[in-house]
């Protein structure tokens, strides 16, 4: 069965500062890679997604995210954060043989801006 | 365009109630799910279907049933809800092929008391 894991609960960063965050999967095929934002009371928003290919994939609002098979990594990456950026951000693997829309959620990272 | 509709956004049950969660999809997708959210657990895939008449159960199904007799509805039933339910309902879509991008809808807020 496949899993996900994100390390970091909380993450604070400066507004302008760089951010990575961490995702670590486990599946044993090929995966389907996501990354999703949601903002408190609101639902899911599709960042990126990784289904093969580049590896480095080019989502919206500037972010991207680099897959590393040999590291199992899927790390989601912004240069530059703004303060519209805090949210809660879930990276998620896909498995889609034999139908169905199993996709396997990490906890989550809530991301802190400061000002 | 609608996307995938949940209704309702917001409902506060008695424990031992039934009610319906409404999911509703207007992108002819053959798969739809449904999964909670709570915190510190992300999302976890209670049932999902691959077409209608067909479903199967996720990771959490227990206390919760579904049926699909149309490709665009996706209702989930609590027949007796408990406050181990109260959770964040979100239901999703694709289409047939694999790769395809997941739609969520914007979730529902249930809280059993």
């Known amino acids: 069965a496949q899993s996900v894991t994100q390390p970091d609960i909380h993450i604070t960063v400066s507004e302008g500062a760089s951010l990575e965050l961490r995702c670590n999967y486990s599946y044993g095929a090929t995966p389907y890679l996501f990354w999703y934002v949601q903002s408190p009371g609101q639902g899911l928003q599709l960042l990126l997604k990784y289904f093969s290919g580049d590896t480095l994939v080019q989502g919206i609002k500037g972010f991207e995210a680099e897959f590393k098979r040999s590291q199992s990594s899927f790390n989601l990456r912004k240069p530059s954060v703004h303060w519209s950026d805090a949210a809660e951000y879930f990276c998620a693997v896909g498995a889609f043989t034999g139908g169905g829309n199993k996709l396997t959620f990490g906890t989550g990272t809530q991301l802190k801006v400061e000002l | 365009n609608a996307g995938v509709t949940q209704t309702p956004k917001f409902q506060v049950l008695k424990t031992g109630q039934s009610m319906t969660l409404q999911c509703a999809q207007d992108?002819?997708?053959?798969?739809m799910s449904w999964y909670r959210q709570d915190p510190g657990m992300g999302l976890r895939l209670i049932h999902y279907s691959v077409g209608a008449g067909i479903t199967d159960q996720g990771e959490v199904p227990n206390g919760y049933n579904v049926s699909r007799s149309t490709t665009e509805d996706f209702p989930l039933r609590l027949l007796s809800a408990a406050p181990s339910q109260t959770s964040v309902y979100f239901c999703a879509s694709r289409p047939g092929h694999s790769g395809n991008t997941i739609y969520f809808g914007e979730g529902s807020w249930l809280t059993v008391v």
């Open positions: 992108m002819n997708h053959e798969y």
